[in-house]
Nanobody, 130 residues
Framework: EVQLVESGGGLVQAGGSLRLSCAAS????????IGWFRQAPGKEREGVSC????????YIAESVAGRFTISSDSAKNMMYLQMNSLKPEDTAVYYC???????????????????????WGQGAQVTVSS
């Protein structure tokens, strides 16, 4: 059974940092596409950063480029989202996601509103105070 369990959310002041973690089970984080999404109150879900299946290319949303970094650790079967220089507009529930099989989609497509991701974490609240 595939499971994604997130941790690391919380309250931080603007300019601070947080690292979100997502523990994966039932598959290897290096085998399939993985990614992070967020949803703020009253807004649509947004793809933050995604890694594709084949060449492991990476997409990062323009709103977080230069501040956020996606990574994975195959030995621990974990995926991470390092968030630096946080802003109040980064406040949202963050979700990790993974695909269930190899598919030739780009990281941009995986992070789009039509994302084919199959598995989702439970969500982690990130609140950035001004």
């Amino acid at each position: 059974e595939v499971q994604l369990v997130e941790s690391g959310g919380g309250l931080v002041q603007a300019g601070g940092s947080l690292r979100l973690s997502c523990a994966a089970s039932g598959f290897s984080v290096d085998d399939y596409a993985i990614g992070w999404f967020r949803q703020a109150p009253g807004k649509e879900r947004e793809g933050v950063s995604c890694i594709g299946s084949y060449d492991r290319g990476t997409y990062i949303a323009e709103s977080v480029a230069g501040r956020f970094t996606i990574s994975s650790d195959s030995a621990k079967n974990m995926m991470y989202l390092q968030m630096n220089s946080l802003k109040p507009e980064d406040t949202a529930v963050y979700y990790c996601a993974a695909d269930s099989r190899l598919r030739p989609y780009s990281p941009i497509y995986y992070c789009s509103s039509r994302t084919p991701f199959t598995y989702w974490g439970q969500g982690a609240q990130v609140t950035v105070s001004s």
